[in-house]
Nanobody, 123 residues
Framework: VQLQASGGGLVQAGGSLRLSCAAS????????MGWFRQAPGKEREFVAA????????HYADSVKGRFTISRDNAESTVYLQMNSLKPEDTAVYYC?????????????????WGKGTQVTVSS
């Protein structure tokens, strides 16, 4: 199983980035997919998650209205569109998959983690 995240980079405040995470190694169409982030000196935190069918999404309060999560089951890929970025969004972003959406939103017992991608927002 491999989760390959991409799309991170350096952007000015107010700008946008789109993260992608391609999953391989098994059929992930029945898994919830999501994103977490970890800023320097802070614990990893939940950002967003999406159900298997893509019909239900969940967001951390800090990103609601600015970030949008989506998925393409045919490509086993999850996306995170990040708009109106703020310096406090600076972090390493990790994608994750789990059978249970509740694990994703709680950030516990996650089945699979991807390697992170750095997002840096300058003021």
């Amino acid at each position: 199983v491999q989760l390959q995240a991409s799309g991170g980079g350096l952007v000015q405040a107010g700008g946008s980035l789109r993260l992608s995470c391609a999953a391989s190694g098994r059929d992930f169409s029945r898994y919830a997919m999501g994103w977490f982030r970890q800023a320097p000196g802070k614990e990893r935190e939940f950002v967003a998650a999406i159900r298997t069918s893509g019909g239900s999404t969940h967001y951390a309060d800090s990103v609601k209205g600015r970030f949008t999560i989506s998925r393409d089951n045919a490509e086993s890929t999850v996306y995170l569109q990040m708009n109106s970025l703020k310096p406090e969004d600076t972090a390493v972003y990790y994608c994750a998959v789990d059978v249970f959406l509740a694990h994703m939103t709680a950030g516990i017992n996650i089945d699979y983690w991807g390697k992170g991608t750095q997002v840096t927002v300058s003021s």
